[in-house]
């Protein structure tokens, strides 16, 4: 379904990056080394990801729904002769949490790499490499009506609302996570300061089956807040006190983006991962009355970004 916004304003424009910018890290399932360039785009390109070890002209997958795959622990794409991009959550959320409408990726292997396990390496990229708007309004997929996915005791909903608002809670056995709820109005300015620095996290004791499976072979006290039965054995501790539902909620931003651009809409999820966030989007775009295409007004932004916003230089990632 499409339409134009029916509120009164001057209309957001696509951005895409000003300059290229280049990072390197490790991947955290594969455990390989992952050169990663970001690199700016033409309007209504989307995001785009480029395996450049691979020859040919297949080597391009679109961060889309339709090409996502559900997979254990991670977000993967999988493209033309079964080119694969796996553990794009974070990257994306920080594209979405930044509003890049348009970017390629370039990777010279099957992974974007972890980083420290948060969006806040990647939100650091984008603030070096800069933004520029482009001559063409943005669409956004308003939610008309109320939809729901859910199985045994987890669940994943979308609902109509005023900008973009995101309510999770999810409930751990473990005393260091227990439970806990947060809801955030999703802004640029809110995703970097309380929502980009949240890191993934996991449990010790699950490391081995993690590591039979193929998984976490990246994995260290560097890219992730590990669990010890009660105890979170990092360091440095926690960086929110309830860093872990805010990175569920940093994991749903870079899902939902899979959708092709924002959401004018309310995100709820109770214990909801990948696959049920994935789910949610197949059963949205299937009521085609639940939702329209709309060319987004300065209106439809939470405040305080009500108008265009100034990127500010970070100092460093984790600012």
Known sequence: MTG??????????????????????????SGAKINMTLLPAPANTGVV????????G???????????????????????????????????????????DNVVVELNGAEVPVMDGSAAPFVFLIECAGTVEQDTPRRALRIIEHVETSESHRSASVAPGKGFSINF??????????????????????????VSRARTFGFLQEFDKLLELGLAR??????????SGDTVMNEGGLRYDDEFVRHKVLDSIGDLYLIGGPIIGHFHGVRAGHALTLRLIKSLFAQESAWEWVDMTHSDLMPPLAAPARLQPAVAAQA
């Open 4 to 29: 134009q916004s029916g509120i009164s304003g001057e209309f957001v424009r696509q951005k895409t990056l000003k300059n290229s910018i280049h990072c390197s890290g490790v991947g955290l399932h």
């Open 49 to 56: 990801f480029r395996r450049v070890d691979i020859n040919g």
């Open 218 to 227: 990246g994995g260290s006290l560097d890219n992730a807040v590990v669990i």
């Open 58 to 100: 297949n080597n391009e997958v679109k961060a889309s729904w339709e090409n996502a795959v559900e997979t254990p622990l991670c977000t993967t794409l999988v493209g033309q002769d079964g080119i694969k991009i796996a553990t794009i959550e974070h990257l994306m959320s920080a594209l979405a949490g930044y509003e890049i």
């Open 169 to 194: 809670e999810i409930d751990f056995d473990s005393r260091a996570v227990g439970r806990q709820e947060w809801f955030v109005e999703v802004s640029q300015t809110s995703f970097k300061r309380e």
